[in-house]
């Protein structure tokens, strides 16, 4: 698959992987275009994109999503959210003012899990071709600001937005885990909170499966084998991945040393910090902590 950007038909006036560090670029991808009349290809994307409509009067716009086609009026402050995988296809009729947010589905799932304790389902995002969402819009236009915005401490304003953003994103559109399909064998939404607040609070130190199973009142052989079949991850590389992301945010510090973020992040010694990072990022810690 294709990401969005490989066939926009012209440039973005502004794009955030221009101005932001990698860490608060990951989080979301923001885009604004002022574009004359233009038609995109049909194309399915690897990314989940959402196009937030900034005009002051209604525009015609054609949009088509796997087999079907639609020929309607985009409304000032409507969305059209459109999830990975979807086949899609766009013509307008009239310039456009529009913000498209692009969010790769890994992260989605990581920022949902990690930060808000919800289990995103495999679609993660309701298909939504049309809805008024004059709050999700000004979200948007406050991250754009904050691009325009060189300002000290921008990047941090953008990173915070674009926080609140996914949050709200998140609570509108995302496709939970059904709690009554994916919990229905012991392990619930409440034991799976418990579990994310105990290695919040722990993660600099040992944490052991017993403590974890101890948490869900359940037995440390039924906790790990049930956590596998809900989440996905075994309880110790679900807890690696948590420290991996405190480590990221960390290495934002240029000054802090390795050993210290290592230990900080409840790593064992640099080394096993470096081996673990690398093998989760791609990149060693090191090298992702320059590219911020």
């Known amino acids: 698959m294709v990401t969005y950007q490989d066939i926009y038909p012209s440039e973005a006036l502004l794009r955030s992987f221009d101005v932001v560090r990698p860490r608060a670029a990951e989080l979301l991808n923001l885009e604004y275009f002022e574009a004359e009349p233009a038609r995109m290809p049909h194309e399915v994307f690897t990314q989940h994109h959402l196009l937030l409509n900034l005009r002051e009067t209604p525009m015609r716009v054609e949009n088509w999503r796997d087999d079907a086609h639609r020929d309607f009026t985009y409304q000032p402050g409507e969305i059209v959210l459109t999830p990975a995988g979807i086949r899609s296809g766009w013509q307008w009729h009239e310039k456009s003012r ?92 409440s034991h799976y909170k418990r579990v994310l607040d105990f290695v919040a609070e722990r993660f ?31 309880p110790y590389q679900f807890v690696m991945d948590y420290r991996v992301e405190q480590a990221k945010r960390m290495l934002g510090e240029q000054s802090r040393p390795l050993s210290d973020i290592a230990l900080a992040c409840g790593f064992a010694d640099q080394a096993h910090f470096t081996r673990i990072f690398k093998r989760l990022t791609g990149m060693t810690p090191r090298a992702y902590g320059l590219a911020q």
């Open 204 to 234: 600099a130190g040992a944490i052991s499966i017993e403590e974890m199973a101890r948490v869900t009142g359940l037995s440390p052989a039924h906790f790990s084998r049930l956590f596998k079949e809900v989440i996905g991850d075994s």
């Open 98 to 189: 529009v913000i498209v947010i692009t969010i790769m589905p890994a992260m989605l799932e990581r920022f949902a899990t990690s930060e808000l304790g919800l289990v995103l389902g495999a679609r993660q995002l309701r298909d939504t071709p049309q809805a008024l969402d004059t709050d999700l819009c000004q979200s948007g236009v406050m991250l754009l600001e904050a691009l325009r915005n060189r300002a000290t401490g921008s990047e941090v304003m953008y990173e915070s937005l674009a926080r609140i953003f996914l949050v709200k994103l998140v609570q509108r559109y995302g496709e939970l885990r059904s709690e009554a399909l994916d919990f229905s064998r012991g392990f619930t939404a």
